[in-house]
Structures are given as structure tokens and as C-alpha cells.
């Protein structure tokens, strides 16, 4: 399906576009062989990776989606997004503790790259799976370095820093 290997970022970009499009009308087999085609070949490995991550993810196949983002981050784990992908396929799938790695790692790579979306989105995160884990004194510590009514879609809706705080504590925080 992919005559050549893209040359450009605007020819990687028209391939990912077909992907979407082809899962757009259920054709999953034909996005995977795409996806596949780029996984293939060296310079577009990663990007691969990440598109047939987001095809499992929309056929409900979460165990393929976390081993090909694993895959993802073992190839190099500098990209915040990677991280924060893994961790929330990892919580929908149950593995909390593993979630709370990711999202750990995903704050780390954000505050060394100076990326706040996914620096500050991982830290609302870790802090549900804190408190999930029981942990309430940590994920209290990562709620309060997230800025003032900051906002994100966490399981069971979206929720503000200060909401998930009266969480953690019982009572306005």
C-alpha cells in the first residue's frame, strides 16, 4: 500500500491522514497494513508504532495498543505524549501501577523538555492513580505543583486541580 518510503513530513503526514481515513469507513485491516509498511522501515518506525497504537485503540484491542506503545517507548523515551498514551491505555486496562510509571516518567520528560501540556496532564493523571494506589500524600504533592484551575478529562469526567485536591483531602484544599 505505501509505494515508497516517505520523503517528507508532509508525505508522512498524507499517510497517516489515509490511515485515519480508513479507519474512519471500519476498514481496520487495510490501516493496519499501512501502519505496518511504516513500522517497516527505519525512519518512519515510530510513527508506525504510534498510528497502529491508535488503530488498536479504536478496534478495543488495548493489549496491542499498550505493546506497540511499550515497543514505542523502548525505542527511545523522549517524547512526553508516548509516555502519557501508555499511561492511560495502561489504566483503562487495570494496570495501575504500571500507569502510575508512566505518567511518572511522561512528568519527567515534560519538565526536562519544558512541555507543560503533557507535563501538567501526566501530573493530574498520576495524581488519580495515586489515589487509586492509596498514595494520597503524593498525589496531593502533584496536584499542587499543577496550575490554579487547571483541567482534564480523567475516568468518570472532567475534573479541575482543585476538585481532584478536595478528593485527596476530604475537603476544600
Known amino acids: 500500500m505505501v509505494k515508497a518510503l516517505p520523503t517528507s513530513e508532509e508525505d508522512l503526514s498524507k499517510i497517516l491522514k489515509r490511515i485515519e481515513a480508513l479507519l474512519a469507513t471500519s476498514d481496520g485491516p487495510a490501516a493496519l497494513t499501512l501502519c505496518q509498511a511504516l513500522i517497516d522501515q ?19 484491542q488495548r493489549d496491542l ?10 525505542l527511545g523515551d523522549w517524547e512526553p ?5 501508555l499511561g492511560i ?8 501501577e504500571d ?9 519527567e520528560i515534560g519538565e526536562a523538555a519544558g512541555f507543560g501540556y503533557y507535563t501538567d496532564a501526566s501530573r493530574m493523571h498520576l495524581a488519580g492513580v495515586l489515589i487509586q494506589l492509596g ?21 468518570g469526567g472532567v ?3 482543585e476538585q481532584l485536591m478536595v478528593e485527596i483531602v476530604g475537603r476544600t484544599a
Open 42 to 60: 527505519e525512519l518512519t518506525r515510530r510513527a508506525g508504532l504510534r498510528a497502529r497504537a491508535d488503530v488498536y485503540a479504536s478496534l478495543r
Open 135 to 155: 498514595k494520597k500524600d503524593e498525589a496531593l504533592a502533584h496536584c499542587r505543583v499543577v496550575a490554579e484551575g487547571y483541567e482534564c478529562y480523567l475516568p
Open 159 to 161: 475534573r479541575t486541580k
Open 65 to 74: 495498543q499498550i505493546v506497540d506503545l511499550e515497543h514505542l517507548v523502548a
Open 89 to 96: 491505555a495502561q489504566w483503562r486496562d487495570g494496570r495501575i
Open 81 to 85: 505524549a508516548d509516555r502519557f498514551h
Open 99 to 107: 500507569a502510575a510509571l508512566s505518567f511518572s516518567r511522561a512528568v
